[in-house]
């Protein structure tokens, strides 16, 4: 059963999230708040939430400072940014904040519950325009400085599989384009973020261009 907290400070929200996610047979919603302050609250008593929908903008404490401050706290849930503003800056904060996901509100229920899913299983999910943003931000604005990757002791066919996360390719995009098995890619793919200390592939994207390996 993953076990979810809903954050948000209008209760229509909430309450349609709930909704979605109660329809679930393994989806139970543990905890609901109005906002930041009262959604730390909430994981301090529940350790057993995995997950937490969290809206950016909220009073008494923003989403963003919520999910920095989940940092102090053991077994903290993952986090899924979930809100209406699209603004790419904000989800480069989300990300710098430890959240795992991001999704817009306009995104549909499947999506909503798919992302959960998801995310409690240990891997993050951002939308596909939100991706693109995301990395389009990164490469106008260029790094302050040149990332070296020989720190990270990757190995050649490591590195070429890295250059094509940064391009926004998939797994089997990249196993078509290497000519190796899915297997294979999958495990340069956790080889790659285990490194570089990447938590999913947008962080890992991010570090390509940064590199210089993806246009």
Known sequence: MIR????????????GFSLILRSQPDIQVAAEAADGRQFLDAVRRDSRIDVALVDIRMPVLDGLQATRELATIPHAPAVIVVTT?????????AIASG??????????ARDLIAA??????????????VTGAVLDR???TGPATRVDLSTYQ?????????????AGLNNNEIAERLYLSMSTVKSHVTN?????????RV????????????P
């Open 85 to 93: 503003f699209d603004d790419d800056a904000y989800v480069l904060d």
């Open 192 to 200: 790659v973020l285990a490194k570089t200390g990447s938590r999913d």
């Open 99 to 108: 959240a795992r996901g991001f999704l817009l509100k306009r995104s549909s």
């Open 116 to 129: 959960v899913r998801t995310v409690a299983a240990g891997e993050a999910v951002l939308s596909a325009e």
């Open 154 to 166: 990757l190995t050649a066919r490591e590195v070429d599989v890295l250059a094509l996360i940064g």
């Open 4 to 15: 979810v907290a809903i954050a948000d400070d209008q209760e229509l929200v909430r309450d």
């Open 203 to 214: 962080r890992a994207a991010i570090l390509a261009i940064q590199a210089g390996l993806a």
């Open 138 to 140: 990164v490469r106008a």
